[in-house]
């Protein structure tokens, strides 16, 4: 493993200079993390004296430009504390956590589509809201209303939730049903609501139709 100290000074130069003879990277034969770091704690590209450091320095610059352009604008370094503030702050980065040049992983993949689907989530439940008042009729007086509220009821689903009731006489002796529910318009349809649900198997025992008196956006 090489070791490089004092970067910001002639002798460290004179390290890096030496063990870049022959090569064109600080390890193996292509950029890695470790060019990084030791360019990180060199405040400059190296004068002539040092030829292997400066085309080092230059390669790896033109690179890092490369995959991020444009010129920093927030941030100010005096001249002097890069080094030091530098080459502490890229030693002690784990390996695993800095990947310029490397491909998007499947853990990469999988937080970017978690991230979308809350945003999507959240989306939804910022969506519209609505009032709606329903009536629900039986087949016929001996209908027992009890069971058929509690039908009603038991249907659940995202976005939908039952309010306050009352029975209403409607003539020889039958009740209709009068229900508030409130819905979420992007997540339940009201025609699909009575449809696939209040009108149907197990429900339709007791309901025979559904019937919307007030639609009301909230």
Do not use: E, R, W
């Given at each position: 493993?090489?070791?490089?100290?004092?970067?910001?000074?002639?002798?460290?130069?004179k390290t890096l200079e030496a063990h870049l003879a022959g090569k064109t990277y600080v390890s193996g034969d292509a950029i890695t993390k470790d060019d990084i770091k030791v360019f990180a704690a060199v405040p400059s590209k190296p004068g002539a004296e040092f030829p292997n450091a400066a085309r080092w320095y230059e390669t790896i610059s033109a690179a890092l430009a490369s995959r991020f352009p444009g010129k920093a604008v927030s941030v100010n370094l005096p001249?002097?504390?890069?080094?030091?503030?530098a080459a502490p702050a890229a030693e002690a980065e784990d390996d695993d956590d800095l990947d310029l040049f490397g491909d998007e992983t499947e853990e990469d993949k999988k937080a970017a589509d978690e991230r979308a689907a809350a945003k999507a989530s959240s989306k939804k439940k910022e969506s519209g809201k609505s009032s709606v008042l329903m009536d629900v009729k039986p087949w016929d007086d001996e209908t027992d209303m009890k069971k058929l509220e509690e039908a009603v009821r038991s249907v659940q689903m995202e976005g939908l939730t039952w309010g306050a009731s009352k029975l209403v006489p409607v003539g020889y002796g039958i009740k209709k049903l009068t229900i508030m529910l409130t819905i979420v318009d992007d997540l339940v349809s009201v025609d699909s609501l009575i449809e696939d649900h209040l009108t149907e198997e197990p429900i339709n025992e007791?309901?025979?139709?559904?019937?919307?008196?007030?639609?009301?956006?909230i």
């Open positions: 493993m090489a070791v490089f100290s004092d970067l910001h000074t002639a002798d460290g130069l001249a002097g504390s890069a080094p030091a503030a007791y309901v025979q139709s559904c019937d919307i008196v007030a639609f009301n956006k």
